[in-house]
């Protein structure tokens, strides 16, 4: 078994770790790096500047779980207590559900291990349109590395699971190209629960990786800690003010966190980042906060397949498929990446479509159900403006994302993709997630083909998903065409920086972890140069004592 490196961290005494829910009188601290959120940037972020010898203190709204002691693999509990709005998240029309991470290092420790570079065409796409003519293949992949490294990203020796291998035979019999996926783990026994905590810190998340760095090198961690408003001097962001949380991070219990700092980084992830920006205030003369929020809209095809499958084992994600990404051009018919989902009851149970008898008929084929999904690669074209980030009239925030036609074109062309390829290896029954559609679903190809091309496209109807947010800060040479510059500061404030998925001026058109790591790797380097007059070595490996 590894070692639980949380709970020996916080054994020793030496980690500087305050969870808010206990706190009983106002908090002031201060710091030369305030961090709000632990995923992805604000992991890497932390590290890479406390080993630079800067003083840094982290702010997380959800909390501190011990790791391997505490994931049980129990989804009536990881929910709640791992995701933002219990697993619940949803856009203000309730069309599409959202999951994202909420406990420290965000996401990372829910996410499924999927780890891709950003696409050349993306970056290709961001010089283009963007002026951000740093971001180049070649300029790129030594932070890539460097994260690949530091996360021991590496490729997937270990058979897939049939929910996996099902896409692989499927593309192969329809002729498209498929591809394993790499893995950011460590010693993973592939139980395929990684969404409910990796139970034996195999995964290679913030959370057992850069955060107890940080921790070792000196710096501050405050859990439970919702971040409120960014604090100003003139045109120079100077702090944070924030509330103390109860122990279930959901309403504040009246405690006061200030934290004085003379960086503020935002790393709260690409709705909850536009949100402070927005409830500070910030000036946006171009009102460029919170637009052009992107999600990789997801849809999802179910197949009974006359095998077992038994979704819920193995490493949930190992097989893609990128050929209606790398065979439609970016300004074209919007591309989709293939993948598959881990099956477990209740998140299979909430997402299916149906009530009553469909419903139950379904879940008690749940050994032999696969299900593929297919990102969309939105904001690449005129059709695929994304969304905006807002705030519900408590301040919390709020997430508009209307569906247009082009995308709706997209997803229909994705259930004919996946509906194919099921039955090409084997399904009896193929099932888009869609209300219109029986439990029975479609018993032919020629059959789905002609039901899939009649069916109503609409919100609330088919089924639609995300687990990727990004944008909403997005970087730009020019302040008129976004919030950061290429390095992650504010365009119109000293001081004050992004390091998450909110600065992607489009989605990445892959999972987007490796993304955020690679490019916060760089850009908090950057910073750590400028502050310290020296170039940071990272991954420079801590020793846990």
Partial sequence: MPKDVIAEGLASGKWD?????????????????????????????????????????MLEEGGLNFASRDFKLKEADAYPQLY???????????AITILQGR?????????????????????QHWQQHYGLADMTVAAMAPWFGKAEQRLNVIDWQVESNMNNRVLAQGADRIGIHWSKI??????????????????VNAKQSMLVTTIPSALQQGATLLTHVRAERVLLEGERAVGVAGVAMDSGGLYPNGVRITVKAKTVLLAGGAINTPALMLRSELPDPYARIGKRTFLHPVNISGAIMPFKVEGWQGAPQSIYSDHFLDTLPVDGPIGYKLEVPPLHPV??????????????????????????????????????????????????PQLDYPISD???????????????????????????????????????WAEARAGIQSLPLEALRAKIVSAHVMGGAGMST????????????????????????????????????????????????????????????????????
């Fill in 406 to 444: 082009y995308v709706w074109s997209g997803l229909r062309h994705a259930y004919l993709t996946m509906a194919e390829l099921q039955f090409a290896a084997g399904a009896n029954r193929v099932m888009p997630i869609h209300e219109d559609v029986s439990a029975e679903g479609y018993a032919s």
């Fill in 84 to 94: 933002q709005e219990s697993a619940g998240r949803q856009t203000k029309d309730k």
């Fill in 17 to 57: 770790v305050r969870d808010a829910a206990q706190f009983m009188q106002d908090q002031m601290l201060e710091a030369d790096v305030l961090i709000v959120g632990t995923g992805a940037g604000g992991g890497v972020a932390a590290e890479i500047l406390s080993q630079a010898g800067l003083k840094v203190v």
């Fill in 103 to 123: 406990a420290v290092g965000g996401s990372t420790t829910v996410n499924w291990t999927s780890s891709f570079r950003t696409p050349p065409t993306t970056l």
């Fill in 182 to 199: 790499r893995r950011n783990v460590n010693g993973c026994l592939n139980l395929g629960y990684c969404g409910m905590g990796c139970p």
């Fill in 478 to 545: 020019q302040p008129q065409d976004g919030v950061v510059n290429s390095e992650g500061r504010f365009h119109q404030l000293d001081g004050l920086y992004v390091m998450d998925g909110s600065v992607f001026p489009t989605s990445i058109g892959a999972n987007p972890q490796l993304s955020i790591y690679g490019l916060v790797a760089r850009n908090a380097s950057l910073l750590a140069a400028s502050l310290t007059g020296k170039q940071p070595d990272w991954p420079l490996m801590p020793k846990m004592q």
């Fill in 347 to 396: 998140l299979t149970a909430i997402t299916m479509s149906g009530f009553g008898e469909k419903h139950r008929s379904l879940m008690a084929r749940f050994d032999r159900l696969q299900v593929i999904l297919a990102l969309l690669r939105d904001g690449f074209h005129e059709g695929s403006q994304g969304g905006t980030v807002g705030l519900k009239s408590d301040g919390t």
